[in-house]
C-alpha cells in the first residue's frame, strides 16, 4: 500500500519560516519524481517545486529563493524548507510522488500553511 504522510505546517508570521516533510512508504522512492504543490479555496493546485530522481530542482517563479526542496533517498523523505513566508503563501500544500510520465501519481493528504499577523 503506498503512504504519503505529511508533517508540519500551521500559523507563522509574515516573514517566518516552515519545514514541511512528507514521508513515503509502498514505493521505490529513489525511482520517483517529488512535488510540492498547493491550493487555495477556488484554485486550482500550484505546482510549488519538483525535485526529480537525479536531484534536478524546479521552482514556481512565486516561490524562487525563498523555498527549498530537499530529498533523503535514504529516509524515503522529501522536504520543503520555506523561507521568508508571506500571506499569499497561505494554502492547503500537498507533497505529490509520480513517475512514468504520471501512471504512477500519489498524494499526501494535505496540510496548512497558514501566513497571518
Known amino acids: 500500500q503506498v503512504r504519503l504522510v505529511q508533517f508540519g505546517g500551521g500559523l507563522v508570521q509574515p516573514g517566518g519560516s516552515l519545514r514541511l516533510s512528507c514521508a513515503t512508504s509502498?514505493?521505490?522512492?529513489?525511482?520517483?519524481?517529488m512535488d510540492w504543490y498547493r491550493q487555495t479555496p477556488g484554485n486550482e493546485r500550484e505546482l510549488v517545486a519538483s525535485?526529480?530522481?537525479?536531484?534536478?530542482?524546479n521552482y514556481g517563479d512565486s516561490v524562487k529563493g525563498r523555498f527549498t526542496i530537499s530529498r533523503d533517498n535514504a529516509k524515503r523523505m522529501v522536504y520543503l524548507q520555506m523561507n521568508s513566508l508571506k500571506p499569499e503563501d497561505t494554502a492547503v500544500y500537498y507533497c505529490?510522488?509520480?513517475?512514468?510520465?504520471?501512471?504512477?501519481?500519489?498524494w499526501g493528504q494535505g496540510t496548512q500553511v497558514t501566513v497571518s499577523s
Open positions: 505529490n510522488a509520480h513517475r512514468d510520465s504520471r501512471l504512477y501519481d500519489y
Open positions: 509502498g514505493i521505490i522512492f529513489s525511482a520517483y519524481g
Open positions: 525535485i526529480t530522481s537525479e536531484l534536478d530542482t
